[in-house]
């Protein structure tokens, strides 16, 4: 018998979770053992995938950024590889922040969701400790914490920590030789358990979303009716359009238009000679599992050499995340607008700022970005509860947002190909 994919498991999981939920009010039995059995399994499930991100990202963050200068020979080219993912992760970042703020997807909740959700937001509000403004002097003066290991357990830091992240990969370029060696090994050694750690919880994921669908929507039927549950479902659909519309924008028009505007390639050949690698990352929502195929789509279908492929694309699974940043802008302004919050300059270059050097430590792990957003969540003063307004989708999300990730990687691994068999030729012509 063959054997049911995890993407599927899970989606029958969210519908097996509604039907439950709404078989629960329409025939208006007791659902106070959704609260108490069921509701905390869901729970788990996503305190979990946040108690994983701090370590992923502190130790993908240093690898990423130090990678860029462990070969001699690809110095150069791993600037202007680091440089063009930044570029590409800020472009995704500010689409799905321009895309969300069109839309406003977070506003097509009814008024009462709205209300319960303002609510709620006003006591998240109460339980901060509220500072004097000698206090706030004194807070910002101890941004850098006397306890790193206190900083470490405290998911509010995960910012302060990418910054001390930054600065220990730049104090690695020092250090030559078997030690710095040494070091990134063991720290590869760590985010590869990690990893295998987050791989683990997620066959957890198919409960853990029955349990978080079936919670939600009793909830919404308890405070006003089986109404409030029609009116929760088509803002969570307006939520997962939104997405997916943005990712197919990012993935079928932008990076061909890129790719045109760098290389004078035809769109239908660079989109059919990536179609492999697409499919599987589709198919496995895992940016690494689909290296092999991404390069070889690039070296077969691209014309891209081997020594650029393999360097390129898998610097680029690990350090570039363009799908996952634009879907955390989205899923963030979706939150806060649902909130009723407006983000100020200061929050969206915050955001920026967050996802994209955050982006260097997802390591392309299917469902880490569900613990990251909560994290960011909480660093702009939105509740982080709110987290479960989109956990629902999230799987087939994740699905399509691994596509937009390893269509990055191609085309700036197309790109750096390109430049470096123009930058040859030319040197070529001027050594005749």
């Given amino acids: 018998m063959k054997k049911i994919s995890l993407p599927l498991q899970i989606a029958i999981s969210m519908i097996a979770g509604i039907i439950f939920a709404l078989i629960l009010i329409v025939f208006k039995w007791d659902t106070s053992f959704v609260r108490t059995y069921i509701g905390p399994i869901g729970l788990i499930f996503i305190n979990s995938l946040k108690a994983l991100a701090i370590p992923l990202v502190f130790t993908g963050i240093i690898q990423g950024v130090s990678s860029t200068n ?29 895309i969300a703020g069109f839309i406003q997807p977070g506003k097509k909740f009814s008024p009462s969701i709205k209300s319960d959700l303002a609510k709620q937001y006003e006591v998240y509000q109460h339980t901060k400790t509220a500072l004097a403004p000698s206090d706030e002097v004194i807070a910002k003066a101890e941004i850098i914490p006397d306890n790193l290991l206190k900083a470490f357990s405290d998911n509010q830091n995960l910012l302060l920590l990418v910054l001390f992240a930054i600065l220990l990969a730049m104090a690695l370029f020092n250090i ?13 050694a760590v985010n590869q358990l990690f990893g295998e750690v987050v791989k683990l919880i997620m066959y957890l994921a198919p409960l853990g979303i029955f349990s978080l669908t079936c919670s939600i929507l009793v909830e919404q039927a308890a405070e006003r009716g089986i109404a409030n549950v029609y009116d929760f479902l088509v803002g969570i659909m307006w939520y997962t359009g939104t997405v997916v519309a943005s990712l197919a924008f990012m993935t079928f028009v932008i990076y061909p238009f890129l790719v045109f505007l760098f290389n004078r390639f035809s769109y239908l050949k660079f989109i059919k000679g990536i179609y492999k690698a697409q499919m599987i990352a589709f198919s496995t929502s895992s940016s690494l599992i689909a290296l092999p195929a991404s390069i070889e789509c690039a070296e077969k279908n691209l014309g891209v050499s081997k020594k650029i492929s393999h360097f390129v694309l898998s610097l680029g699974a690990t350090i570039n995340m363009d799908g996952t940043v634009l879907y955390q802008a989205i899923a963030t302004s979706f939150i806060a607008q649902a909130y009723g ?12 700022g967050y996802l994209t050097i955050s982006s260097f430590g997802l390591g392309g792990i299917p469902g880490i970005s569900i613990g990251t957003t909560s994290i960011l969540l909480h660093t702009l003063g939105i509740p982080p509860e709110g987290i479960v307004l989109i956990v629902m989708p999230d799987r087939f999300l994740d699905m399509l947002r691994t596509v937009t990730n390893i269509t990055g990687d191609l085309f700036v691994v197309f790109t750096t190909d390109r430049l470096e068999k123009r930058k040859a030729k030319k040197d070529m012509e001027t050594r005749q």
């Avoid at 030559?176 to 590869?188: E, P, T, Y």
């Avoid at 919050?341 to 920026?352: H, P």
């Fill in 176 to 188: 030559k030789g078997g030690q710095r060696k040494l070091i990134l090994d063991f720290l590869g």
């Fill in 70 to 98: 462990g070969n001699q020979e690809f110095s150069i080219i791993g600037l202007r590889v680091t440089l063009l993912y930044v570029l590409t992760t800020l472009l995704a970042v500010c689409i799905g922040l321009a």
């Fill in 341 to 352: 919050l407006t983000f100020t300059l200061e929050k969206i270059v915050t955001i920026l």
